[in-house]
Every structure is written in C-alpha cells, then in structure tokens.
T-cell receptor
Framework: GQSLEQPSEVTAVEGAIVQINCTYQ??????LSWYQQHDGGAPTFLSY????GLEETGRFSSFLSRSDSYGYLLLQELQMKDSASYFC??????????FGTGTRLTIIP | DGGITQSPKYLFRKEGQNVTLSCEQN?????MYWYRQDPGQGLRLIYY???????QKGDIAEGYSVSREKKESFPLTVTSAQKNPTAFYLC????????????FGQGTRLTVV
C-alpha cells in the first residue's frame, strides 16, 4: 500500500530552524507536497517538489530524494504563528492525492 | 471570489441515520476529494473524482458514498453502515495537472449521537 510517515510531534524555539521529515513507501507518484493546518482550520498549500532537490519559498524550504524515499520541510526563523500541523502528500497520475500522518509543531518562546 | 464551500460547519445526527455533506467549488477544478480527519490524526482519503460522472474509492470508502453529477458539486453521504462516523470531514479540489495545489473547504464536523 501507500504510506507516508511523519513524526507525530516536534517542538522548536522561536527564531530557530526546524526540519519535519516524511518517509514514504510508495512509488510512481508525480511529486511531494507540503500543507499547513492550524487547529480547526483548513489545510493550506506550502510547497511542491516534482524533482529531487531543494525548493525554497521564503522561510520555508522543501526537499525530496526519491532514491531515499524521503523528503522534508525546513522552516527557518520560526515564529509563534508557525505552530500548526504539517502534512506531506504525494500526488499520483490518476489524480489521487494521499496525505501523511501529520506532524504537530509547537513553537516555544 | 473563487473558493470551495462546505456546509454545514457543524452537523449532529442520530446513530443509524444517513447524512449528506455538501461541497461546492467555483474554481472550475476537475478533481475533487473527500478526506476524513480524526483528532490528532492525518487526512485519510475517502473518495475522489477526476471528472464529472466519475469517481474512485480512496483508502477508507466503506460506509460512504458520493456522486459527481456537476463539475461544481461533490456531495458525500455518510451511511448507517459507517461504524464510527464522528469526525472532521474536509473537501478539496484541484486543477488536473502535475503541479497544482489542492484547495480545501473549511470542513464539516459531524457528530453522531
């Protein structure tokens, strides 16, 4: 089957850098995406990696390595508003979009 | 403004009753999705549709049904066969392409008593 595993919880200090990992056991997908969800809210898109390597979007960067079945989201200059849940997701050619288990990020002062 | 709308935001039903959750989008997206989210959990795919009059089962389709009679609408019915229906339900849509993002509605919190 298709599974994307993430750490359930991560805690980091305001102003610091944090990495959220996503390991997967699936193949044949187009790309890896990352979404942010605040409590009670809707997930919102952060980034997309179609190719191996690093994609940078402001304070957020995302990385994909298909050979290692691994990706990560890197958040820099952490702010209190970054406290949220983060999900990786893979998109398949038949439009199926599968999400990971999710990581709850807590930022402390 | 374009977007995706789910209604109602909160829904209460008695056990054994079917209930239909609404999802409407005016983004002209072909692909639409339904996910279930339990407290502290990830998003699990129930059903998805690539195009009008076509839909596929996701990972947890048992006890649910959908229809896609119009491009804009993708309603989800939670049937009495769903053993644990209390959850947060999220609808999403996206343009059919390799690199497009999914847009989510604000969700419907269903409580079955």
């Amino acid at each position: 089957g298709q599974s994307l595993e993430q750490p359930s919880e991560v805690t980091a200090v305001e102003g610091a850098i944090v990495q959220i990992n996503c390991t997967y056991q699936t193949s044949g997908f187009y790309g890896l995406s990352w979404y942010q969800q605040h409590d009670g809210g809707a997930p919102t898109f952060l980034s997309y990696n179609a190719l191996d390597g690093l994609e940078e979007t402001g304070r957020f960067s995302s990385f994909l390595s298909r050979s290692d079945s691994y990706g990560y989201l890197l958040l820099q200059e952490l702010q209190m508003k970054d406290s949220a849940s983060y999900f990786c997701a893979v998109q398949f050619g038949n439009e199926k979009l599968t999400f990971g288990t999710g990581t709850r990020l807590t930022i402390i002062p | 403004d374009g977007g995706i709308t789910q209604s109602p935001k909160y829904l209460f039903r008695k056990e054994g009753q079917n209930v239909t959750l609404s999802c409407e989008q005016n983004l002209n997206h072909d692909a639409m999705y339904w996910y279930r989210q339990d407290p502290g959990q990830g998003l699990r795919l129930i059903y998805y549709s690539q195009i009008v009059n076509d839909f596929q089962k996701g990972d947890i389709a048992e006890g649910y049904s959908v229809s896609r009679e119009k491009k804009e609408s993708f309603p989800l019915t939670v049937t009495s066969a769903q053993k644990n229906p209390t959850a947060f339900y999220l609808c999403a849509s996206r343009r059919r392409s390799e690199d497009t993002e999914a847009f989510f509605g604000q969700g419907t919190r269903l409580t079955v008593v």
